[in-house]
């Protein structure tokens, strides 16, 4: 894997921007460990991912300044520490300074795929549904619970465009398209290979010939 900075020299940097950002003394021990779970589950994400800059010449590309790349790297870096040992203060700082920096939601708590990515997420929320590989989301999406806390499901190979939302009750089949401004709240079980379309109570689906997987992640 190709590295802007080596593995160290990103533990350093995120500590400076952790103490920065957050300057109460926490314990930042661990850190060193985290980025180095974190930057396996990078790779082996972006080695899936086909998308400018992530994969190139046979290998998978990380760079800090790629801020698509870095809001990803910091949610794997606050769910690894949560995983690693839950109520470590490098989950919440990780996690707060992807919001801080790029505007991006995705908690902690917040199973997302092995493979996934973001394209300019600024103002996307990812609440807790269940999320399968080859997921992607735009800047502005919403995906969250109904006022029951249920929250929606999806298949494999989705794209939320920009200011879709995708809440409740909701099934959303393999290989579906969310249409930029789509608002679906309890939608039931969707079909695969969708475009959902339309704002809640009127939304629909059509057909799709297309492939989330091969024309947009590029495998």
Same mark, same amino acid.
């Given at each position: 894997m190709h590295l802007s900075l080596n593995e160290a020299d990103l533990a350093r940097y995120v500590r400076k921007q952790f103490e920065n950002?957050?300057?109460?003394?926490?314990d930042l021990g661990d850190l060193p460990k985290f980025v180095e779970l974190a930057l396996g589950r990078i790779e082996h994400c972006f080695s899936r991912v086909?998308?400018?800059g992530f994969f190139a010449n046979g290998q998978v590309r990380f760079s800090h300044w790629h801020c698509d790349q870095f809001a990803i790297f910091? &949610? &794997?870096?606050? !769910?690894?520490?949560?995983?690693?040992?839950?109520?470590h203060p490098?989950? @919440?700082?990780? &996690?707060?300074?992807?919001?801080?920096?790029?505007?991006? @939601?995705a908690f902690y708590e917040v199973e997302l795929p092995d493979v996934f990515a973001v394209q300019h997420p600024v103002g996307t929320v990812l609440g807790r549904a269940s999320y399968s590989?080859?997921?992607?989301? &735009?800047? !502005?999406c919403t995906v969250g619970a109904n006022l029951d806390n249920d929250y929606p499901s999806f298949g494999r190979g989705i794209v939320m465009y %920009? %200011?879709?939302?995708?809440i409740g009750k909701t099934?959303?089949? @393999? !290989?579906?398209?969310v249409s930029t401004g789509a608002i679906v709240i309890d939608g039931g079980t969707l079909e695969p290979n969708s475009v959902l379309h339309g704002i809640y109570p009127n939304a629909g689906h059509s057909r799709? %010939?297309? !492939?989330?997987?091969? @024309?947009?992640f590029g495998v």
């Open positions: 950002t957050f300057p109460d003394g926490a086909r998308l400018k910091l &949610y &794997y870096l606050a !769910n690894t520490a949560f995983r690693e040992e839950p109520g490098i989950a @919440d700082k990780a &996690y707060a300074l992807n919001k801080a920096l790029h505007a991006l @939601d590989d080859y997921f992607i989301c &735009y800047h !502005n %920009g %200011g879709s939302r995708v099934s959303v089949g @393999d !290989n579906t398209f799709t %010939g297309r !492939n989330v997987i091969s @024309d947009i």
